[in-house]
T-cell receptor, first 117, second 113 residues
Framework: AQTVTQSQPEMSVQEAETVTLSCTYD???????LFWYKQPPSRQMILVIR??????QNATENRFSVNFQKAAKSFSLKISDSQLGDTAMYFC??????????????FGEGTQLTVNP | NAGVTQTPKFQVLKTGQSMTLQCAQD?????MSWYRQDPGMGLRLIHY???????DQGEVPNGYNVSRSTTEDFPLRLLSAAPSQTSVYFC????????????FGSGTRLTVV
């Protein structure tokens, strides 16, 4: 079974600065997806960024980028130019690419990020 | 385009009562799932479906039942509510095999007293 670990329960950053959220995972699979989801106070789960394990290039979405280290099983999220609207709980998630797994997401415990003005 | 719609948004049940959490999606997604969110534990998979008529258990299926008679709907039934089922429940759907990520509903906060 896969496990996902987020070792930082809480983080804070000043507006306009850069912050990195950590995520490690454990799997014996070689073909999988990794995701970062954002959950603001509204409770809605919002997909921030995704990474396919077979792609060496790190994914980027505007101010959000990842550092994917497959050998180290590490998948960190970097938020540049932090904005007040980035305040949210952030979840790292793993999905095995094999169809027989039913495309199940395994989530980490979450990191609460607060952006201070 | 409504996406994934969950009802109700809030619910209080007494121990032993049963109820159904509704979930509907209008994106013609094959894959649908139910998760529960508890403090400090992230989201955990309850049941999932890879298409109409096909369902399977996730990580924490006990006390819950599902069916998938149509592509659009995936209701979650609590058979006999217990305080341990107090949680926030999310329904999610995905096109293909989920590799593009799941779209989540807005969640149902359930309290069992």
């Amino acid at each position: 079974a896969q496990t996902v670990t987020q070792s930082q329960p809480e983080m804070s950053v000043q507006e306009a600065e850069t912050v990195t959220l950590s995520c490690t995972y454990d799997t014996s699979e070689s073909n999988y997806y990794l995701f970062w989801y954002k959950q603001p106070p509204s409770r809605q789960m919002i997909l921030v960024i995704r990474q396919e394990a077979y792609k060496q290039q790190n994914a980027t979405e505007n101010r959000f980028s990842v550092n994917f280290q497959k050998a180290a099983k590490s998948f960190s999220l970097k938020i540049s130019d932090s904005q007040l609207g980035d305040t949210a709980m952030y979840f790292c998630a793993f999905m095995n690419r094999q169809e027989t797994s039913g495309s199940r997401l395994t989530f980490g415990e979450g990191t609460q990020l607060t952006v201070n003005p | 385009n409504a996406g994934v719609t969950q009802t109700p948004k809030f619910q209080v049940l007494k121990t032993g009562q049963s109820m159904t959490l509704q979930c509907a999606q209008d994106m013609n997604h094959e894959y649908m799932s139910w998760y529960r969110q508890d403090p400090g534990m992230g989201l955990r998979l309850i049941h999932y479906s890879v298409g109409a008529g096909i369902t399977d258990q996730g990580e924490v299926p006990n006390g819950y039942n599902v069916s998938r008679s149509t592509t659009e709907d995936f209701p979650l039934r609590l058979l006999s509510a217990a305080p341990s089922q107090t949680s926030v429940y999310f329904c999610a759907s995905s096109r293909g095999t989920g590799g593009y990520g799941y779209t989540f509903g807005s969640g149902t906060r359930l309290t069992v007293v």
